[in-house]
């Protein structure tokens, strides 16, 4: 007995051995594989050095860059004038990101503050009528020159669930999209209720 306890025990040895050699050179492979699928899609050369500089004047880091001065410029481009230069030289490329918003926040406290004077945002439907009240797609153009986007949610377009909630999003955009009659009106409507008078259109 004691003869066939040594041979299997010997035997379940050779076999865990030849599992982890197994197991080794199946990560080994599998290591390579990934590096060669990866190797056809890297750009440019291996860096022996990267040089960090300052440059503070986009108009100049654009500049530098059409000079080959500088070979990237990682910061936000908010002036329209200067991008669309970027865009139409054929020489120079960018990626777009998205960064964070902007937003008006009312402070709902009321209907009055502790010193008396009336706050129209602890209305619900005065704060709602703001939506019709602001022109987005106008502060897109005009102040931000196409380089922002109308956010009508708290969920940005990049992430899952702009997507997942797509028709709801979309939806609230019809709802709320620039009404300016609309929005006169239900905040004339709304301050009236609250005690107060239109004189000289104030």
């Known amino acids: ?3 066939k306890y040594f041979m299997l025990s010997a035997f379940l040895a050779i076999l ?6 197994w197991d080794l050179s199946a990560q ?12 056809p899609n890297r750009q440019g050369a291996w860096l022996d050095s ?3 500089s300052e440059q ?3 108009e100049q880091a654009v500049y530098q860059l059409k000079t080959n001065e500088l070979d990237l410029y990682a910061y936000p481009l908010a002036d329209s004038t ?4 970027v865009l139409e030289d054929p020489d120079l490329t960018q990626t ?41 797609d106008k502060i897109v153009q005009e102040i931000y020159g196409g380089l922002a986007v109308p956010l009508y949610t708290s969920i940005t377009i990049p992430s899952a669930d702009f997507e997942r909630f797509n028709s709801t999003i979309q939806a609230l955009e019809a709802a709320y ?21 239109l004189v000289n259109g104030k």
């Open 1 to 3: 007995m004691k003869v």
């Open 16 to 21: 865990a051995l030849f599992l982890c050699i």
């Open 96 to 136: 777009e990101s998205y960064g964070s918003y902007n937003e008006l926040t009312f402070n709902p406290y009321g209907p009055t503050f502790y010193d008396g004077r009336l706050n129209p945002f602890s209305v619900a439907k005065i704060r709602e009528a703001m939506n019709w009240l602001v022109d987005r």
């Open 50 to 52: 990267i040089t960090f």
């Open 177 to 197: 999209a620039y009404d300016f009659s609309q929005a006169e009106a239900t905040i004339t409507t709304e301050m009236v209720a609250l005690g107060a008078t």
């Open 82 to 85: 200067i991008f669309q230069d």
């Open 56 to 58: 503070s004047d986009i």
């Open 28 to 39: 080994s492979s599998a290591g390579a594989q990934a590096a060669e699928l990866l190797q």
